[in-house]
């Protein structure tokens, strides 16, 4: 299960246009008791994804992503890519299913560029 916006302890995700993300301890949804179980009690790996936007569709990219609750942060870069996100996902959770369902399909997107992470020290 990949994990909803907003979570990241690092910093608050970046706004998509009239968007907000949701404050920590308001929120009592049931995705939200069931994101915090999530992390209390399974290994979960940040992978950061880079996408790349057809021109002038990235606020509308962004605004999807956040709908659909994919990114815990995302940012706007330069460069060969647009966005960058970052997604939690469980241990032994098929990033590429993650991604190729809820993040490519995205009208606007062009490429994508998964960055899987490791715990080295």
């Known amino acids: 299960m990949f994990v909803a916006s907003g979570l990241s302890a690092d910093a608050p995700p970046v706004k ?6 949701p404050v920590a301890g308001v929120d009592k949804s049931p995705r939200r008791a069931e994101i915090t179980t ?19 569709k990235t606020y509308e990219v962004a605004d999807t992503l956040f709908e659909r609750e994919v990114a815990s942060e995302l940012y706007s870069t330069s460069g060969e890519y647009d966005l960058l996100m970052k997604v939690y996902v469980k241990d032994g959770e098929d990033i590429g299913r993650i991604v190729n369902e809820h993040i490519a399909d ?14 080295a020290f």
């Open 16 to 21: 998509a246009a009239g968007m907000r993300p």
């Open 38 to 56: 999530l992390f209390r009690g399974n290994q979960m790996r940040a992978v950061f994804v880079q996408l790349q936007c057809m021109p002038g």
């Open 106 to 119: 995205i009208p606007g997107i062009v490429r994508t560029l998964t960055t899987l992470t490791f715990k």
